[in-house]
């Protein structure tokens, strides 16, 4: 099973750096609270898809299951086999090389990038509230960390952690090597990847 790198839902460890976006976004006269980011998204998009997708600021489940299934088809007809399967998550093959994570590439950049990572995003943090300070009460909630833990040491952890771990393509750090919230609570403790994906328990 693997979870591509653009789905920020995944339970993965380092997808906890969509809590620390502070990308600009152009002005939108939407209501929407994800106005702006609707329309870097546009701005981004390379299909009339996409962007027929993205155009009414809504992201519907229905659209997002065609979006991941024009994906699939994609690298099916690239000769790669894979499955969207309900989780979020994608079944098919691990560490795609050469030719194939080139297909990988552009069979998702003109479908899933960027809507499936606005969707998670709108799905876990549907005011788009700062989502840093969001984990943090989430993490005080269930007693990870104390009330003298703020949002700028989240901050601080999840960049030193991203620091440590790198982007794959080196050999991952050994677990001793990595940073721990106070009382040496790692990254992958249950408690804090569920408060790091859905701080809003939704």
């Known amino acids: 099973m693997s979870w591509p790198s653009r789905a920020i839902a995944s339970a993965g460890s380092l997808l906890l750096l969509a809590g620390l976006c502070a990308c600009s976004a152009p002005e939108a006269s939407s209501d929407s609270p994800y106005a702006s980011q609707f329309e870097q998204a546009r701005s981004e998009s390379t299909t009339d898809f996409q962007r027929d997708v993205l155009d009414d600021d809504v992201i519907t489940e229905e659209e ?35 030719k194939n994570a080139d297909a990988d590439m552009a069979c998702a950049t003109k479908t899933v990038i960027p809507v499936e990572s606005l969707y998670y995003t709108i799905r876990s943090n549907p005011q788009n509230e ?73």
């Open 64 to 98: 997002f299951r065609e979006v991941r299934q024009r994906y699939v088809d994609c690298l099916a007809d690239a000769g790669i086999r894979a499955e969207a399967l309900a989780d979020g998550s994608y079944d098919m093959p691990d560490g795609l090389q050469g």
């Open 130 to 202: 700062d989502f840093s300070a969001l984990i943090v009460e989430c993490l005080q909630a269930k007693g990870v960390v104390d009330d003298a833990f703020a949002k700028e040491d989240w901050d601080e952890f999840v960049s030193a952690f991203a620091a440590l771990a790198g982007d794959g393509s080196t050999p991952a750090p050994a677990a001793s090597e990595l940073p721990t919230l106070p009382g040496g609570v790692q990254i992958d403790d249950p408690d804090v990847q569920s408060c790091s994906s859905d701080p809003l328990r939704l």
